[in-house]
């Protein structure tokens, strides 16, 4: 077996959307590729990340869609058993097929090849290479042009007191159980603990949110972080906000977690299962940074300055293991950035001014650009409109007006400068994103076409808040 390598344009350190955006991007200048995974090819997203979670989000909807019907007329809400092993295998499946189609197909079609171990950065900083602990138990010597970190991230779990002696999930762990558990409780009300906890509540599970912070998706707009709240609420979900977890126990039947409120009372919460949701923490151990001079953040992200380089010229990091923005579309934006920069030094960066978030909550929760906090905070005057989903016409025709529309926009010129939606395919916000990009006013966008009976009107409707009460218009109202 060969036990070297060189004469590599560009040599990647795992196989997710940066790391294959990357390589595509590379092989399409006609260079000259190799990435080394030490584990599944695919990254995050497509094993254990967007692909499953939302496939088990849109069976867990199903079956509520069964159990609400009872808010239409004429129709009787229905019950449906769950059997939860075959909803895994059949996530299972999907997620082998996606993984093969996307990714290690891909690989072959384009031409690279991906090593199989775990790789460190050697040698120093005038000759970096990298030695790579096969899965076989063999060593492989790689050197390149250019390197790139595109590690990930993987789930931070808390120093809590017993958490480890009692046991936990993660959302990776959660999506791999056998059967479904009778009780739950889920710490962290970001996007990752909502969406499992309400996948979990819909299929069954007796569900509780415990969340550190004062309200639900803390760092979204306080009405949307309320009107969620009640959705969960009406849905038999508890919620405990401003509530820290500070121990763990276990016996034979449950786990009992530990909480202190802000006021410093102590609760004692118990379920089958405890799922930890607290965050994402980058994967940088084992890459041999220190040996490259490659310098790391204090949540040990790779520090990268606008253009993706690292403090080593050529070394690269794209994706989550530099600590921003925890999302696929922008993992390979910036895959395909560092191969611009890295092999034509094309000085590119990316803008991430109208980058929008969705968490795929029922009802969706969906934002773009400021909030008003964040508007402040950069000194601009704004004007804040927020309308009740009950003015939407295609909420109440579907019988379910939770959510809103809350627009901000520039005082004096009107320039929109963040949408925040919680709604029914709220993640359907583009219009928004385009508005921003094109720095729109919430005036044009009140005059813009939009379809009727569609939930993307409400942004229509919502703009036109600003100079016209909308109780008052007829239905499609121009």
């Not at 995974?37 to 088990?56: D, F, H, M, Q, Y």
């Not at 017993?162 to 762990?173: F, I, P, R």
């Not at 603990?193 to 707009?221: C, I, S, Y």
Request: glycine fraction near 12%; aromatic fraction near 4%.
């Amino acid at each position: 077996m060969d036990t070297t390598g060189s004469g590599f344009d560009l040599a990647i350190i795992g196989s997710g959307s940066a790391a294959f955006a990357a390589a595509i991007a590379a092989r399409t200048k006609g260079r000259n590729v190799v990435v080394i995974e030490r584990g599944t090819p695919g990254g995050t997203c497509v094993n254990v990340g967007c692909i499953p979670s939302k496939a088990l989000l849109a069976a867990a909807e199903a079956r509520h869609g069964a159990s609400a019907a009872g808010r239409f007329p004429g129709l009787e809400p229905a019950g449906l058993p769950v059997a939860f092993g075959d909803l895994i295998g059949g996530k299972d499946a999907l997620v082998a097929q996606l993984r093969a189609e996307k990714y290690t197909d891909l690989a072959a079609d384009y031409g690279w090849e991906i090593v199989h171990g775990g790789a460190a950065f050697t040698g120093s900083a005038d000759a970096p290479a990298l030695q790579v602990t096969l899965n076989d138990g063999g060593v492989r010597r790689i050197e390149a042009a250019h390197y790139l970190i595109a590690t990930g991230s993987s789930p931070a779990i808390p120093p809590v007191d017993g958490l480890d002696e009692a046991g936990y999930l993660t959302s990776t762990t959660a999506m791999e159980l056998t059967h479904l558990p009778e009780s739950l409780i889920v710490v962290g009300g970001n996007a990752v603990g909502l969406e499992q906890a309400q996948l979990f509540a819909r299929l069954g599970t007796k569900v509780t949110v415990v969340e550190a912070l004062d309200r639900l998706g803390p760092f979204e707009e306080p009405e949307i972080s309320a009107a969620l709240e009640d959705a969960f609420t009406a849905e038999g979900i508890t919620v405990h906000t401003g509530a820290a977890l500070i121990a763990v126990r276990t016996d034979e039947s449950a786990k009992a977690a530990v909480v202190r409120t802000r006021s410093g009372e102590t609760t004692e919460l118990r379920a089958e299962q405890l799922l930890i949701a607290t965050g994402r923490r980058p994967n940088t151990a084992a890459l041999g940074l220190e040996a490259v001079a490659v310098k790391t953040g204090e949540r040990g992200e790779v520090l990268v300055d606008d253009r993706l380089r690292t403090t080593h010229p050529r070394i690269w990091a794209a994706g989550d293991v530099v600590g921003g923005p925890q999302f696929v579309y922008v993992a390979a934006a910036q895959g395909t950035l560092v191969a611009d920069n890295a092999l034509d030094d094309t000085g590119r960066t990316l803008d991430y001014t109208a980058l929008p978030r969705v968490t795929f909550t029922s009802p969706a929760l969906a934002s773009v650009g400021l909030t008003d906090a964040q508007a402040a905070e950069q000194g601009l005057a704004c004007q804040c409109r927020t309308l009740p989903l009950s003015y939407v016409p295609r909420a109440l025709a579907n019988r379910n007006t939770h959510g809103l529309v809350k627009l901000i926009a520039e005082q004096g010129t009107g320039r929109l400068l963040g949408a925040h939606v919680l709604a029914e395919g709220a993640g359907e916000i583009t219009a928004a994103v385009y508005a921003i990009s094109a720095g729109m006013t919430v005036e044009q966008l009140a005059h813009t076409w939009a379809p009727y009976l569609t939930m993307s009107e409400g942004l229509k409707l919502a703009a036109q808040t600003f100079t016209s009460d909308v109780a008052t218009l007829s239905c499609c109202a121009g």
